[in-house]
């Protein structure tokens, strides 16, 4: 029989495939490379042009609208400017180092290490739970798949003002729930850390659906026959899980391990609108404080060295999960 | 792909072209500030010959509405526009408050996609004048004959820097002492607020009694351009103050006295608590006896109240107290054309005008910005059916006294004397440690963001 062991060995770098593994995939033709020397440079000067004028509209608007406001971004970091001014003044890297040595740097980036790894965390094992649930043969599955997805295409700003009613000490819906079982309301709008708490909370309610509906999906991919052989050879569910269905699962786990660290990362619109990243900056992530800087104190020049170092710690943490994570991924 | 006959001139000039447009895109797309050693001087531009200019026939307008007044904003601009129908005025809401429309008025301010007549509030409009975004008043209101001279003088000189003005007083408020006169009366107290913040104290064992168990004899909200606002009353109370000028007096006795006071109200003496999101919102149910809320809340807190509500002077401290005003104006973009410029001015002479402004107040609760129209006949009748409407204008003439210069005039510090007063009331910190905090932060403010523009 197949094992995941044997399984992980064999593997392509292909999207999981509906069917079940072959053994060893056959080598994909190359006809470029092997005709390489025959083609004649005009041909290929042709092709390239070709292709430069194809691709053409799209860099063109990447450039416009992404790597050209990026760059002036490394410029305005540069910069002393309070963003409604027509003049500037050039501080050097002065931003940069006030930045690294503010006394409010330490609690913004711990307050980013904790929402982070919480709210990806969090989704992470919330959506898988609820994904095996849902992958059961269960009366409503279909209404309770799209429930369980619904909250992931709300607006985060109406989100965030629901939920606020829904967690006011003093009448919402969430004391009222704590006070069934005797418990009573934290103070989520004022007291740390229940604020953070509160805005982790709404994070992961808007985003388990989504984080769910992509493991559901890796779930049906996985081979029927598979689990059927391990049940057959006696193995546990839970076994089954930890041995077969896990590691198969690793590319999802790596897309939205990668997908949800960004997105977490510059998540903006529950924070603002649940408590502007207040009370005493408690809820105030790298993200926000970029905001922060830029709209309310008028500092755009170091909000943009702030959104470099973000931008810094984006690039080196996808690289890091690209370069090790993806060792350890299985493809079936 | 398929390979059709080649014509290469016209592919090298369709990629050439292509490339070209790029690069023009990325060029012209480019702004930004320009980088001088110095930020440019506020050099008056020059003088407009406004009797030589015509209207222009459309004009736009972003509000956030202040005291939910779209529909009263709506109604000023139909009564506008019935009077010129020559000119068509166009309603944004480009904010849910003074400082979302302020954002999207910065971040606006390098492109065309600007307004013709923008809200400015009291922590905001200095900023647009540092910023050359704004022009003065002065020269297009003595041409339309907008009698100036008839705002409530305390009101537009809130607006004037260096002999001009900058801004017109349009939703303008102070903070008012709100009480719930049923518990009053429950409680066997006279009707009317403390004269002082020790007679709140004295009254509070009788009040406690009558308030629900989760509530309070006072109650207050912290937030940006909010806590810092009503702290001056406190802070004056003890005779400290935020800055002298331009200098900051965080450090002084009196302030830090100040910052006791405030920790005292809600930590010592339990007199106070803070109210999670809304304080008027716990006043208007019932669950604090009293609160502090801006004239802009009135005309909401008499509608939502199911008792009788009473307003009265802030109270005063050993030394004092007074009012800080506040509110906002409204005021014209610097890079607009003449013909929008003069359209825009004549729009926001005829909405503060006398018969307007008592309007707005009526449905608002803000003060009406023009002395004539405090004594217009609609007013005195308003003030005869809902006294409470008085207070403010009362309170303005008889304690009203200018905001320390560095709330108002320093950007971001605001927002960071709020930090501090919540630090001392949500957390019980020392006084004198949560001003020092802050200090830093707002120097640095004050010599980036306002030294050289002075």
């Given amino acids: 029989m197949t094992t995941a062991n044997t399984l992980s060995a064999s593997g392509a770098p292909t999207p999981p495939a509906p069917l079940p593994a072959r053994a060893a995939p056959p080598p994909r033709p190359q006809p470029q490379r092997a005709s390489r020397g025959r083609l004649s440079t005009r041909r290929r000067r042709s092709a390239l042009l070709w292709a430069l004028l194809l691709a053409g509209p799209n860099v063109a608007l990447l450039l416009v609208f992404v790597y050209r406001p990026l760059l002036e971004s490394f410029y305005l970091s540069t910069l002393q400017w309070n963003l409604g001014s027509p003049t500037a003044r050039s501080v050097g890297l002065g931003n940069y180092v006030e930045w690294f040595t503010a006394p409010s740097t330490p609690t913004v980036v711990t307050t980013t290490a904790v929402f982070t790894v919480a709210t990806v965390g969090g989704a992470m094992v919330l959506g898988l739970g609820l994904a095996l649930l849902l992958d059961r043969k269960l009366v409503g599955r279909g209404l309770a798949r799209t429930v369980a997805f619904a909250p992931y295409v709300l607006s985060g700003f109406a989100v965030g003002i629901l939920w606020l009613f829904m967690f006011d000490p003093r009448y919402g819906l969430v004391q009222e729930l704590l006070g069934l079982v005797g418990a009573d309301s934290p103070q989520w709008y004022t007291q740390r850390p229940w604020p953070l708490v509160m805005v982790i909370v709404v994070y992961l309610w808007k985003n388990v659906g989504y984080v769910a509906l992509i493991y559901l999906a890796g779930l049906q991919s996985v081979p029927r026959d598979l689990k059927d052989a391990a049940a057959l050879d006696g193995a546990s569910s839970a076994r089954t899980l930890r041995s077969i269905v896990l590691p198969l699962l690793t590319p999802t786990t790596f897309f939205l391990l990668v997908t949800m660290l960004l997105a977490s990362l510059q998540s903006f619109d529950i924070i603002k609108a649940m408590t502007s990243g207040g009370p005493l900056g408690s809820t105030t992530t790298l993200m926000y404080s970029i905001y922060q800087e830029s709209f309310v104190n008028g500092r755009a020049g170091y909000a943009s060295a702030v959104a470099t170092v973000l931008f810094l710690v984006l690039l080196v943490v996808t690289a890091v999960q690209m370069r090790f994570v993806q060792r350890k991924v299985h493809y079936a | ?254 302030s830090v006295a ?197």
């Fill in chain 2, 258 to 454: 100040g910052g006791q006071f405030l920790h005292d109200l809600f930590h010592a003496s339990g007199v106070a608590s803070l109210s999670a999101d809304d304080a008027m919102a716990d006043f208007a149910s019932g669950l604090i006896a009293s609160t502090i809320g801006s004239t802009g809340s009135l005309k909401g807190a008499l509608d939502a109240a199911s008792f009788e509500v009473g307003t009265a002077y802030l109270p005063d401290g050993p030394a004092g107290g007074g009012t800080p005003t506040g509110g906002t104006g409204l005021a014209i973009p610097s890079s607009r054309t003449p013909e929008q410029k003069l359209a825009a001015a004549m729009f926001l002479q005829f909405i503060t005008n006398t018969e307007n402004t008592a309007y707005f107040s009526q449905s608002t609760g803000y003060m009406p910005v023009r002395t004539s129209a405090v004594e217009s006949d609609a007013m005195k009748e308003t003030y005869a059916q809902t006294p409470q409407f008085r207070t403010a204008v009362d309170q303005l003439a008889d304690k009203a006294r200018p905001q320390d210069y560095v709330r108002v005039f320093v950007p971001g510090a605001d927002a960071l004397l709020n930090q501090a007063i919540e630090q001392i009331v949500i957390e019980g910190a020392d006084p004198r440690t949560a001003f020092e905090a802050i200090t830093p932060q707002i120097e640095t403010a004050y010599k980036e963001n306002v030294e050289p523009y002075l």
């Fill in chain 2, 1 to 254: 792909m398929s390979h059709r006959p080649a014509r290469r001139p016209r592919r090298h000039l369709a990629v050439a072209s292509a490339l070209a447009a790029v690069a023009a895109l990325t060029a012209t797309a480019c702004s930004g500030p320009s980088v001088g050693s110095t930020p440019a001087a506020a050099d008056d531009a020059e003088a407009i010959d406004w009797s030589q200019v015509e209207p222009a026939s459309e004009i736009t307008w972003w509000s956030n509405h202040p005291g939910q007044s779209k529909a009263v904003e709506e109604e000023l601009i139909a009564r506008f526009e019935a009077e010129h129908p020559e000119i068509s005025v166009k309603l944004v809401t480009a904010g849910a408050n003074y400082d979302e429309v302020a954002q999207r008025f910065q971040a606006a301010s390098q492109t065309s996609d600007l307004p013709d007549l923008v809200i400015a509030s009291d922590v905001w409009w200095f900023r647009y004048h540092l910023n050359d975004q704004i022009m003065p008043l002065d020269d297009v209101f003595e041409h339309l004959d907008a009698e100036a001279d008839d705002f409530q003088p305390a009101l537009y000189a809130d607006y004037e820097y260096e002999g001009q003005h900058w801004a017109a007083p349009y939703a303008r408020s102070t903070p008012l002492f709100y009480y719930n006169k049923d518990l009053w009366a429950a409680a066997g107290l006279p009707d009317r607020g403390p004269e002082t913040w020790d007679e709140l104290q004295e009254w509070d064992a009788s009040l406690r009694q009558h308030v629900p168990a989760n509530g309070s004899t006072f109650g207050l909200s912290t937030g940006p351009s909010w806590g810092a606002w009503w702290f001056e009353n406190m802070i004056w109370g003890q005779g400290g103050e935020y800055s002298d000028g331009f200098d900051l007096t965080l450090d002084s006795d009196e």
